[in-house]
């Protein structure tokens, strides 16, 4: 894999940095703006005082870090790749181009020694998992790889309560972020309770260095840190919107990789893009915590 100089300087300086995932942006928003998010996205870890480090694979080569034309190819190109960590291998020796979800970018990052990694909402338990068994990689990803998440919980579209009891399974962290509240992604709440709350930056490196002072637990601690209450979509027209959202994805046969972004899109349709501003203030506010906690971490 590459890693861009700008990355590599930091990480060798034990300077903070943060990856940022490309799925987000290739096939969870809408073009022209997912460019100017993924920019925003870059300038809010830089304002934080951390270097970004966004991965994707190009032609072959998993980057982490990209450069501005490398990141316009994730954002404009055409039949870009959906990739796992699953996927990676054959991508690489394929040559192929494509965005990493939370698996493949987490592993990636993982593997660069960068421990911070902020995202959207982590992918879960799909409604109706009981026929369809679609559970997002995400979480077998994360049960075995020693790398903090700052999320908003994992995506509403998904079975939540399912979910939590998946990452409890798996042996996955989850603390949520001055809330006892699990968040619901686009919503500040989900409804579910977590086991622990961290009050800040300081007390997420300080668990991250128990963590390691156990030695042992190589698996993710998720900090969920909810969407502001004036900033999350109204709880009513999200769960009418959604519900017909599935019954539409049910109808038209949607699964596999295309069962996400297909709702997202879906979501930002119908509510007149109510959705993905919500979406979006959610990644936002994760972003600037990442950037937080990569620099508490690198204090050492
Ligand atoms: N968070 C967002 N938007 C997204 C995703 C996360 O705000 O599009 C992506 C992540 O890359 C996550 C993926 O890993 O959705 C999950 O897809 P699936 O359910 O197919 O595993
Ligand atoms: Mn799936």
């Known amino acids: 894999m590459e890693i861009s100089e700008e990355v590599r300087d930091a990480l060798a300086d034990g300077r903070p940095v943060v990856a940022l995932e490309s799925t987000i942006i290739a096939h969870g928003l809408p073009r022209p703006?997912?460019?100017?998010?993924?920019?925003?996205?870059?300038?809010?870890?830089r304002a934080g005082g951390a270097v970004p480090a966004t991965v994707a694979v190009l032609d072959g080569v998993p980057r982490i870090g990209l450069g501005k034309a490398e990141l316009e190819r994730v954002a404009a190109e055409d039949g870009l790749r959906k990739l796992g960590h699953r996927d990676l291998a054959l991508a690489v020796?394929?040559?192929?181009?494509?965005?990493?979800?939370?698996?493949?970018?987490?592993?990636?990052?993982?593997?660069?020694?960068i421990r911070v990694f902020a995202t959207g909402g982590l992918g879960g338990v799909h409604r109706g998992w009981a026929t369809t068994m679609d559970e997002s990689a995400d979480l077998g990803l994360l049960a075995r790889i020693r790398i903090t998440v700052v999320c908003a919980g994992v995506k509403s579209i998904l079975?939540?309560?399912a979910t939590l009891e998946r990452l409890e399974t798996l042996g996955v962290a989850v603390a949520g972020h001055q809330t006892?509240?699990?968040p619901g992604f686009y919503l500040t709440r989900s409804g579910r309770p977590v086991d622990w709350t961290v009050d800040g930056p300081a007390e997420v490196a300080a668990a991250m260095r128990a963590q390691d002072a156990l030695g042992g637990l190589d698996t993710a601690l998720?900090?969920?840190?909810?969407?502001d209450e004036a900033?999350?979509?109204?709880?009513?027209?999200h769960d009418r919107v959604l519900a017909d959202g599935l019954a539409a994805a049910e109808r038209a046969g949607v699964g596999g990789q295309a069962a996400t972004p297909f709702l997202l899109a879906y979501l930002t349709e119908h509510t007149a893009g109510a959705s993905l501003e919500a979406n979006l203030a959610a990644v936002r506010g994760n972003v600037r915590l990442a950037a937080r906690i990569a620099v508490e971490w690198a204090r050492g």
């Open 33 to 45: 703006r997912n460019l100017a998010v993924a920019e925003e996205l870059e300038a809010l870890v």
């Open 231 to 237: 900033e999350q979509l109204d709880p009513a027209l």
């Open 93 to 113: 020796a394929a040559g192929a181009s494509g965005a990493t979800t939370v698996s493949g970018t987490a592993f990636l990052a993982a593997r660069a020694g």
């Open 159 to 161: 079975d939540v309560p």
């Open 222 to 227: 998720v900090v969920a840190n909810p969407v």
């Open 180 to 182: 006892g509240d699990f």
